[in-house]
Structures are given as structure tokens and as C-alpha cells.
């Protein structure tokens, strides 16, 4: 009998929260290797905030995921048969195999794994968020020595990197995430400062905790939380764009008539940078520095990471769901297989 994997393919496209009728979960024989080509047998799947965009058919900046078509993501990954000789059977790549079990991929596209740093890392501080923090902040943000960095989502794989390279590079770092529990967390990062964007006064929070004002504020989040950083923001700020996943499932009731007035007055006054990015963009320049500097900082402890690891392909939509809203302590990784 032919062996099959499961895969999650996209149904419908989610009005607000997706749910399980948005998904239909496929069995298909497990793919056989063409020349060029490995199958890999996913070990962890990457839920990354960017998967919601993937779902809807809005224009952006990549293709949404047709309906039908196999939910998109990073994988950690045993390679269990090649037709190349650039993996061999068992090493540990990192890939694009998706919400599914098995995948079959170009293998010259993948990364073999050092494996003197757990596998898991390749999907968070030493993989894509890992690398937006650092792109976003350094090519953009350009922390200077004494300036203060704010972050929001400050726990999560982007934010905690953002905010331990603007201590490396000798920049005050003011976290903000929601709840008590991660306020602590942010505090095992190294963070100055630790807010929560969910107690009462963030304005009045962020006033005591940046009496200088904000040089730089890396945007994760959008909302409330930019409603009440932008007030602090200093002349010259810079605001790298990185996301604003406060209101991905588009159901928030923020944005009032005039906030646009409001964010361009700031920007005249203060000769504010706003400026947003993929990541995409700065992987031909900067990824190289990247691996090099920051696996000197996994290893060194400068840089520390958390990941909350959800076990089993059938809770990745519950997993996913729990990112979006909060739910994950560090980066959300669902361990497929053993
Ligand atoms: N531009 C790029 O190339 C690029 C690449 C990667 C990621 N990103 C973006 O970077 C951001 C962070 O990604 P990540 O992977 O590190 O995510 P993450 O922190 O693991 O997860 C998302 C976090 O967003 C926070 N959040 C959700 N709703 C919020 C709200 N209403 N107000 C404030 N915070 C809220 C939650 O943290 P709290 O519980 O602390 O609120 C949640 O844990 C996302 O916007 C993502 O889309 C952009």
C-alpha cells in the first residue's frame, strides 16, 4: 500500500479568525524525487503572523495561497530521499514545505542545519523573524549609542531579537507585550523597560519609561500601541515598518476619521522616518552578516530566545490562532514529527 502524508489545503478565504472550515485537511501519497529534487519529512512547521495575509486575496506584497492550494510556511525537515547531491538522506534542512507532513522541494534552495544549535532556531532568532529584526533594525532603525529603542510584540521572535541587537549596539530598549507573564519575560531578554500594552495607561507608561523620548520605534503591531508611542517619538525618529499584526484578521475598531492627519503632522514636525520592508529586500545585502553575527550571539548568550513548541499537525490552526491573539510565549513552532 502506498504510504500517504496529510497536508492543510486553504477551503475559504477566513472572515476574521480563521477557522476550520476555512481549511480541508488533503491525504496524498508521499511524492517520489525527481533530478534536482528531495522529499523531506517535516519535522517543525514555522506559524509566522505573515500566513494570515496568505489566506485573503487582497492585494500585496506576495501571492495569497489559492483556494485549494497547500497552506505556505518554513519547515525544519529530515530528508528521506534525493535525486542531488547537494543533501543526502538525513541531514536536517530548513525548507518551505508548508502545513503538511512530507514535501518534496528543490534541494539546492535548501539550508543544512548547523548542528551545534538546535534545529528549532532556524525557524525563529536564526531564521526569517530572526533576520527581519536585524535587517529592519540595523538598515533602517540605525540605533546610535544612547538613543531609545521601542518595541511592541516584544516577546515574540522579531520583537525580543529587535530589542536585545539595539542593546548590542548601546541603545536603550523599552519592550512592550501584553500581559504580566511576558512583561517578566521581556525583563529575562535584558530589556530597560517592560510594558504592557494591555494595563490602563501605555501612554502614561511609555512617558515614565522614556523620559528622552523615542529615537526609534520598530513597528510590529499598529493600533493603540502606535496611537500611543507616536506622541513620544523624537525629532529625526525612525519607524522601520515591520508589521502591523494588531489587526490582521480585520476586525479591529481602531484607525479613527483623522488619525492619517495626525501621523503626517508628526512626520513634518519631527522629520520622522516611516519607512516600511520585507525582509526580501535586504536578503542579498545583509543575510550573510546576519548568520555570522547573530549565531555568535545564540552561542555567546548575548542573545537569548524563547519558543513555545505545540506538538501535533492537528493543533496548527488552534496554534495559529493563538499566535495571532497573543497566546505564545516566543516563537511558535508546531513539531510535526519526531
Ligand atoms: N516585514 C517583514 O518582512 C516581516 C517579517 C516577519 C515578521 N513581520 C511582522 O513582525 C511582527 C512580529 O512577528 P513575530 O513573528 O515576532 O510575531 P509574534 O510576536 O510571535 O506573534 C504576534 C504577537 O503580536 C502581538 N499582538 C497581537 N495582537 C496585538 C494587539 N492588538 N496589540 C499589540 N500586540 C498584539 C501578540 O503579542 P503580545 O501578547 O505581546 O501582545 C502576539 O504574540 C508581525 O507584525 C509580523 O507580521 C514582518
Redesign the pocket.
Known sequence: MTETYRSYRLAARPQGAPTADDFDIVAKPIPTPREGQAVLRTLYLSL???MR?RMDDAKSYAKPVEIGGLMVGATVSEVVATESDAVAVGDVVLGYGGWAEYSVEDAAGLRVLDPEVPVTTALGVLG??GF?AYA?LLALGKPQEGETVAV?????????AVGQIAKIKGAKAIG????EK?VALLKEFGFDEALD??GDDLRGALKAAAPNGIDVYFE??????WDAVLPRLNLYGRVP????????NGT?EFAPAGSMERVMRSVLTKSLTIR?????EFVESMHDDFLRDMTEWVKSGQVKYQEEIIDGFDNVLDAFNG??????F???VVKIAE
Open positions: 509566522d503572523p505573515y495575509g526569517m523573524p527581519t529592519g511592541a510584540a516584544a516577546t515574540g521572535p522579531v520583537g525580543s512592550i507585550a501584553g500581559g511576558k500594552h494591555r510590529n503591531v499598529g493600533g493603540p500601541v515598518v515591520c508589521g502591523l499584526v494588531a489587526n490582521y479591529a516600511g520592508f520585507i525582509q526580501t499566535m495571532l491573539g497573543g497566546k505564545n516566543g516563537k511558535t
